[in-house]
């Protein structure tokens, strides 16, 4: 079982930054692949970006691509998304993720997770 906390969702003007921390809990932290989605109002979650349990692998939405980085720190259980180049489109509520890291199901598909976060609410202001 793993419990995932989000923060650092905010409010930031078109253009600016915001870093994403996810909290895990459990002493498997680093047995997960990990991923961030994103779901705006009135749109279904969407993939944002996942890395692999090991963190050499990663892997992005056209949407984000050098925009946005997924790191993970496995002594601290955390995974993060640093948002650059934030822009209004970027608005929605975030939620971390986590899956087996030794499944062979996508990245890409929410329903390839198991755990999930709360989320946190990214809002950017033009």
């Known amino acids: 079982q793993v419990q995932l906390v989000e923060s650092g969702g905010g409010l930031v003007q078109a253009g600016g930054s915001l870093r994403l921390s996810c909290a895990a809990s459990g002493r498997t932290f680093s047995s997960y692949a990990m991923g961030w989605f994103r779901q705006a109002p009135g749109k279904e979650r969407e993939f944002v970006a996942a890395?692999?349990?090991?963190?050499?692998?990663?892997y992005y939405a056209e949407s984000v691509e050098g925009r946005f980085t997924i790191s993970r720190d496995n002594a601290k259980n955390t995974v993060y998304l640093q948002m650059n180049s934030l822009k209004p489109e970027d608005t929605a509520v975030f939620y971390c993720a986590a899956r087996s890291g030794l499944s062979s199901r996508s990245y890409y598909t929410s329903s390839a997770y198991d755990y999930w976060g709360q989320g946190t609410q990214v809002t950017v202001s033009a």
């Open positions: 890395i692999s349990w090991s963190g050499g692998r990663t």
